[in-house]
């Protein structure tokens, strides 16, 4: 039984035919083959001398005629010639290969911590986990504390960074890690399930709830902090403003926290930043860690 039925039509330089299931996911129309690049299927019809355009959308397939033949000729043949086609494995449009997974580690200047990136994202915005307890609707972080050495695991956009124990050298199991973090994405399984929902400190902040000088705060690390502590596979995230002290007190987190050189980063570069940039407003910067 054929998959196409034609189905009537009033003007007669037109075939049109339908099928059960969709051919296309979206609309196409093409008046010569030079268009039809991505949709083999019209390539086709447009070998047929007679055809003059070929419009697909959903499950119906329009043919418009050159005047050299009448449709109640050829239409038989067209649609035969549609069967093998199909049945012979052609593609209906050109499939995008996506491309393949790959993920590199990369050390951080935690030596606890080490950071794996991937070259597709992986999450939507930044999230820490310091326990399998809070990894219920986090897959890919639920199975990396399966791990003996897995500490805590953050995510970030495209990378995932891992604090271990000191049970195992980095040299002993990276290799491991990244091999498993590669087979996870490849086979496309959930990293976040749909009823994942970040807590407090991961959650971007609502500057309308912020201070002036609050507002500036934020905007300060999201602009210039925060990029470079994401390069090294950590982040920082602002908690409070103590105007009195003229304190900031921030969350570290991912490589960041519990980092050697954090302390040195934190007063020397963000403090100096924040004292610069903030005269008068802002004079330390006092950090937690994640």
Same mark, same amino acid.
């Given at each position: 039984m054929s998959r196409f039925r034609i189905l009537p039509s009033e003007n007669?330089? /037109?075939?049109? $035919?339908?099928?059960?299931? #969709? /051919?296309? +996911?979206?609309?196409?129309?093409?008046?010569? *083959? &030079? +268009?039809?690049? +991505? *949709? #083999?299927?019209? @390539? @086709? $019809?447009?070998?047929? #001398?007679? *055809?003059?355009?070929?419009?697909?959308?959903?499950?119906? $397939?329009? /043919?418009?005629?050159?005047?050299?033949?009448?449709? &109640?000729d050829v239409q038989e043949e067209v649609i035969e010639q549609l069967e093998k086609y199909l049945a012979d494995g052609g593609e209906v449009t050109k499939t995008k290969k996506a491309a393949p997974a790959s993920v590199y580690a990369e050390s951080t200047p935690n030596p606890a911590v080490m950071k794996f990136v991937a070259n597709k994202k992986l999450v939507p915005a930044s999230v820490e986990f310091t326990s399998i307890d809070t990894t219920q609707d986090a897959p890919l972080a639920q199975a990396l504390f399966h791990f003996p050495f897995v500490k805590e695991v953050y995510m970030d956009e495209n990378f995932v960074s891992i604090t271990k124990y000191e049970i195992s050298t980095w040299e002993e199991v990276v290799q491991q890690v990244r091999t498993f973090i590669r087979e996870y994405i490849a086979e496309n399984k959930p990293v976040l399930s749909p009823n994942f929902n970040p807590n407090s400190e991961t959650e971007t902040h609502v500057e309308i709830n912020y201070t002036p000088t609050e507002q500036e705060i934020v905007r300060i690390l999201d602009e210039y902090i925060k990029p470079a502590v994401a390069s090294d596979g950590g982040n920082i995230v602002f908690q409070s403003f103590? +105007?009195?002290?003229?304190? =900031?007190? =921030? *969350? $570290? @987190?991912?490589?960041?926290?519990?980092?050697?050189?954090?302390?040195f980063t934190l007063k020397n570069g963000i403090e100096t930043m924040m004292r610069e940039m903030l005269p008068g407003k802002v004079e330390q910067v006092v950090a937690i860690n994640g």
């Open positions: 007669p330089d /037109l075939l049109v $035919l339908s099928t059960e299931t #969709p /051919l296309v +996911e979206r609309a196409y129309a093409f008046n010569n *083959v &030079s +268009e039809a690049n +991505e *949709v #083999p299927l019209a @390539q @086709q $019809l447009f070998y047929l #001398p007679f *055809v003059k355009a070929v419009t697909l959308n959903g499950t119906q $397939l329009t /043919l418009e005629r050159f005047p050299i033949v009448e449709w &109640s103590d +105007e009195n002290a003229k304190a =900031v007190h =921030v *969350v $570290l @987190q991912g490589a960041c926290s519990g980092c050697p050189s954090s302390t």
